[in-house]
């Protein structure tokens, strides 16, 4: 099992910054993805970015130039810095991670609430 935890979450005014961390434990072989969704406000969850190991990471064209994803493998972290923030941000962020083998599998954090205000 892994266990996800987010931190960070809150409110900004558009085009300000905020930074979301994620701090996962257990058992982490095989967890070869990590990242961050999003569900706004009456819409389905979406993805935001990942990184995985082989490839890298990997955005939604609705954040790319504006959000950073970086993972750190040796402290099973991953953190989400959002800039230029836009009232379409408003969001549950979710961490999440994937395990490739050896069996797929996938978890999610509780969710943050980021809020950004015009």
């Known amino acids: 099992q892994v266990q996800l935890v987010e931190s960070g979450g809150g409110s900004a005014q558009a085009g300000g910054s905020l930074r979301l961390s994620c701090v996962a434990s257990?058992?982490?072989?095989?967890?070869?993805?990590m990242g961050w969704y999003r569900k706004p406000p009456g819409q389905e969850r979406q993805l935001v970015a990942t990184v995985a190991l082989a490839t890298g990471a990997e955005y939604a064209e609705s954040v790319k130039g504006r959000f950073t994803v970086t993972r750190d493998n040796n402290r099973n972290t991953v953190d989400l810095q959002m800039n230029s923030l836009k009232p379409e941000d408003t969001a549950v962020y979710f961490c999440?991670?994937?395990?490739?083998?050896?069996?797929?599998?996938?978890?999610w954090g509780p969710g943050t609430q980021v809020t950004v205000s015009s």
């Open positions: 999440h991670a994937h395990r490739t083998f050896p069996t797929a599998k996938d978890w």
């Open positions: 257990g058992n982490m072989y095989g967890v070869n993805v």
